[in-house]
């Protein structure tokens, strides 16, 4: 197991900024990429965004790109997401994912990922 830990949620205006973290720790492991899903109430799972660890490319979900910037510590094995102009669609729960293993799932694919946090709830109000 590889615990993630999301921290950085909360209640924000239209508008608003937060930014969200998760870390991982733990026994040794591979990390070949780390993402963000979120899922709001009577909602499925959406993509947000991810970033491959080593190389550092990332990748986006059409309804954030512009808005939100994913990032990586490597020393720290912590991954950020800066969330700017946020829209009370922005309202769910936020997971991190890790993936350790390769597959043939595409990055915004849930299923590419093996470990997953609790999730941070974020708040948009109008």
């Known amino acids: 197991q590889v615990p993630l830990v999301e921290s950085g949620g909360g209640l924000v205006q239209a508008g608003g900024s937060l930014r969200l973290s998760c870390a991982a720790s733990?026994?040794?492991?591979?990390?070949?990429?780390m993402a963000w899903f979120r899922q709001a109430p009577g909602k499925e799972r959406e993509f947000v965004s991810a970033?491959?660890?080593?190389?550092?490319?990332?990748y986006y979900g059409d309804s954030t790109k512009g808005r939100f910037t994913i990032s990586r510590d490597n020393a720290k094995n912590t991954m950020y997401l800066q969330m700017d102009s946020l829209e009370p669609e922005d309202t769910a729960v936020y997971y991190c994912?890790?993936?350790?293993?390769?597959?043939?799932?595409?990055?915004?694919?849930?299923?590419?990922?093996?470990?997953w946090g609790q999730g941070t709830q974020v708040t948009v109000s109008s």
């Open positions: 994912a890790l993936k350790a293993r390769q597959n043939h799932y595409y990055y915004h694919d849930y299923e590419a990922y093996h470990y």
């Open positions: 733990g026994r040794t492991f591979t990390n070949l990429a």
């Open positions: 970033i491959r660890w080593l190389a550092g490319q990332t």
